[in-house]
């Protein structure tokens, strides 16, 4: 997170980032970004991919 507060969804599990939070996804499950604050947010996605085996 950069700036603002975002509640993300992974699966099942919620999380409420702010600031300097960061959050690694582990497996392939749907995931929903929401600012449901007043003020805007942002923040960065960064996609790597393991080396196959």
């Known amino acids: 997170m950069l700036d603002g507060r975002l509640t993300f969804h992974e699966g099942d599990v919620v999380h409420e980032l ?3 939070d960061s959050i690694e996804v582990d497996g392939p ?3 929903v970004f929401a600012n449901t ?3 805007e947010c942002r923040y960065a996605v960064i996609l790597a ?4 085996p």
Do not use: N, Q, S, T
Not at 49 to 52: D, I, N, S, V
């Open 49 to 52: 991919r393991a080396e196959g």
């Open 29 to 31: 499950v749907p995931c």
């Open 18 to 20: 702010g600031p300097g």
């Open 37 to 39: 604050g007043d003020a």
